[in-house]
Structure formats: structure tokens, C-alpha cells
């Protein structure tokens, strides 16, 4: 399982390095925004007076910029599960489809692995390659806000990441589930996709209309602080992430280990099948 995981870790080590270093220079063009922000509050503080507030509401609640904590929500955490999320969905749906349509898996299961230790290991990896990830930009947000007039602390700022880290679990164990259900990667990675859009639009248009709010307790993106938890995590909500993922990995072991293996290619839709396939066991 250890030599599965640094396989694959080693795969991704490129993206791992280039999604880190590209979110960690974003966070150095945001965090010397904030003096300016400051600078010009009064002028800010108008402008914001003249806006309806569900304007407001669409584009950030934009009277929270004037605290750091606020600022980083707001200009920058708010933007990491949409940005984040496209890694998540994509390599969670390829963490055991990609090999199998490329013709490749038979031939790794032909070896002496078993099919736990492989699906355990992959998820392992992309656990560690997320950490990865959330380090690096983490590192780069603290060197940022060391050079700009954000008065924070490294520890605190780390709190989001936990909090995201649990939230892009969840789309990866979405996805790799979806893998495992509808015929082809392309497709489980567009429905994970589909299904972050549609968090994100919900949970935030919720604010406007209480119609929403039902919609928005299943959303996930609804049980995520971004900047908030810079004043404190809570805990509840990420490990409700976490444990969902985990959830949503147990099926995806089952399913996995109750079906053949094609051999190249997308395929059907298998789910019928393996429902027959276990009543008849």
C-alpha cells in the first residue's frame, strides 16, 4: 500500500508543485491589496452604502473586507473550493478509472497487489497530495501577509486549510465514487463538477432567499468557513466533511470490489448489474 501510494504521489508531484506554487503567488498579489483597502475605507464604506445588499451578497459581502480575517475571506479564501475543486474532482475520478480505460489496471492487478491495497493506497496519495497542495499555499500566504499590513497569525491563518482540506475531500470522494458508477471518468469528473457549481450558487444565493435555505443544509460548500475560521475552526463541520468522504470511499472499496475489470476503454452503466450480482451471491 506505502509503495502504491509513493507511486503515485510521484505521478503527481509536478502537479502538486505547480497547483502549490500558483496558489501561493495569488496570495501574493492579494495580501498587499489590503493596505489599500484600508487606505481608502471611507471612500469603500460609500460606495458599499449605495449597493443593494443581495448585490453585495453575489459578489462577496464586501463589508467584511476592512479586518484581515474578512479580507482573506472574502478576496481570497472564498475562491479556493471553485479553484481547488477542479483538481479534486479531476483526480479523484481518475484515481482508479484512468488506469482502467487506459487498458492498464489488469495488468497492475495481475501483480501482487490486491484490490484494497491498491484503491486504499490511491486515496491515501491523493490525501497527501491535497496536503501537499494546502502546505505550499499556506507557506506562501504566510510569507505574504509577513510583507503586507495583515496583522495575523501563521498558526491561525492555517485554520481555512484544514477547513478546505475537508471540503476537497468530500469532491474527491464524490468524484472517484461517481467513477465507479456511471461508464466513463470524463463523465464522473463533469457530474462532480457539476454538483461544485451548484453547491457554490446555492449556498450563496441562499443569503438572498429563504426558499433556498432547505436546499443549501445539502450543500456542502454550506459547512465550509473559508476565512471565518481564522477566528476559529469548527470542528464539527470539517469532520462532518471528512467523515462523508470517507463515507462516500467505503462505497466506492464495495462497488469496486464487486465488479469485473475492463480491459480498455469507457463502459455501461454497471450499478443494475452489480445489484444483481450480489443478490445472487
Keep these: 500500500m506505502i509503495t502504491i501510494m509513493r507511486y503515485a504521489l510521484l505521478r503527481w508531484r509536478g502537479q502538486i508543485i505547480g497547483w502549490g506554487l500558483a496558489l501561493a503567488a495569488l496570495s501574493l498579489v492579494i495580501a498587499p491589496l489590503y493596505e489599500a483597502v ?29 479586518s484581515p480575517a474578512g479580507f482573506l475571506e472574502v478576496r481570497y479564501f472564498s475562491m479556493l473550493p471553485l479553484i481547488l475543486g477542479v ?132 450543500s456542502p460548500l454550506t459547512y465550509y468557513q473559508g476565512g471565518g475560521a481564522i477566528e476559529g475552526l469548527n470542528a464539527g463541520d470539517f469532520l462532518g466533511l471528512l467523515l462523508m468522504s470517507i463515507v462516500f470511499v467505503m462505497i466506492g472499496l464495495w462497488l469496486f470490489q464487486r465488479r469485473d475489470i475492463r480491459i480498455a476503454g469507457e463502459g455501461g452503466w454497471r450499478l443494475p448489474s452489480l445489484i444483481q450480482k450480489t443478490q445472487t451471491q
Design 38 to 66: 484600508v487606505q481608502q475605507r471611507a471612500l469603500i464604506e460609500g460606495l458599499l452604502q449605495s449597493l443593494p445588499p443581495e448585490f453585495m451578497v453575489l459578489i462577496g459581502n464586501l463589508d467584511r473586507i476592512f
Design 87 to 218: 483538481f479534486a474532482v479531476i483526480i479523484g475520478s481518475g484515481l482508479v478509472a484512468s488506469d482502467e480505460e487506459n487498458g492498464t489496471l489488469d495488468l497492475i492487478l495481475a501483480q501482487p497487489v490486491c484490490r484494497v491495497e491498491l484503491f486504499i493506497g490511491r486515496w491515501l496519495a491523493f490525501s497527501v497530495a491535497l496536503i501537499g497542495i494546502l502546505f505550499i499555499t499556506w507557506l506562501g500566504l504566510v510569507i505574504a501577509i509577513r510583507g503586507a499590513a495583515l496583522d495575523l497569525d501563521g498558526l491561525a491563518v492555517a485554520y481555512p486549510f484544514i477547513g478546505l482540506f475537508g471540503l476537497l475531500s468530500w469532491f474527491g470522494g464524490l468524484a472517484l465514487l461517481l467513477s465507479l458508477i456511471v461508464p466513463s471518468r470524463r463523465l464522473a469528473a463533469s457530474l462532480s463538477g457539476l454538483v461544485l457549481v451548484a453547491s457554490y450558487f446555492v449556498t450563496t444565493l441562499a443569503q438572498l432567499s429563504a426558499d433556498l435555505s432547505g436546499l443549501a443544509t445539502v
